[in-house]
């Protein structure tokens, strides 16, 4: 009989240098106050760190959206950009956009990436997005699993489970679902937090653990309603590698070497 391996805390790392631009083949659209500040199918991809890219806006697919030039430049990842204060309407959004200038990479010259929460709300296609922009170079897989999973913290059990649904995405750590059934509710406390993912969806809750060595702030998260990507792990609860012991298939989970955390 073979002996299986501790599972991998290895995980895909993000590729996209920063700088980087892409087309983007999905009309994409901005609101502010109910009314249309832009609306265009040729907007670009722009990385101005590695984590995600930015949405940038060619300046004439602007519908209500008028630009106010704040006389301020600065060099940003992808090149020099102009500071301009977004009018749309009777709404002001003072400093809310940048619109590249000469030097800038690729095509982005005349065209204006938005700060996300100067907007109300976007549009990709006709899906509402939330947090960023999604990277088309990243996955998010959920898959059922027969590895059994234990979760403790200072010795106590708080989850055992048989099976689970691992959530694999690029650039972040294993992620194990557990059935609620499978988990102590006695032993956790129900936390207001909330944390949204373009790729996953809202939590519905996070949940904290008061045990002997004090307390444990949002170990665990649940999502309900997660995205159509993600829909396996709707109502699962999962806990942070990070901050319980882990065991899946009966062997403790190594600390993930990079402890990068998205919004769960």
Known sequence: MTTMAVE???YPSLIVPVGHVEPVPRRIRGLVGGRVAFDTRRALYVWEWQA???FSIPVEDLVEGVLDDDRHTEQLGAGPAHRHT???GPEVRAGAAWVWGEGAQGALHNTVRFEWDALDTWFEEDEPLFVHARSPYA????LRSSSTVRVEVDGEVLAEAPDCVKLFETGMPTRYYLDRT???WARLIHSDTVTRCPYKGATSSYWSFDGA???RTDI???IDYPTIHANRIAGMTAFYNERVDLYVDGML???PSDSRESLE
């Open 139 to 142: 996955r998010v897989d959920a």
């Open 182 to 184: 499978h988990i102590d």
């Open 8 to 10: 991998s805390v290895l």
């Open 86 to 88: 977004l009018r749309v």
């Open 52 to 54: 995600y890219p930015q």
């Open 213 to 215: 060595a004090g307390l």
């Open 220 to 222: 665990a998260w649940t």
């Open 253 to 255: 989970l190594p600390s």
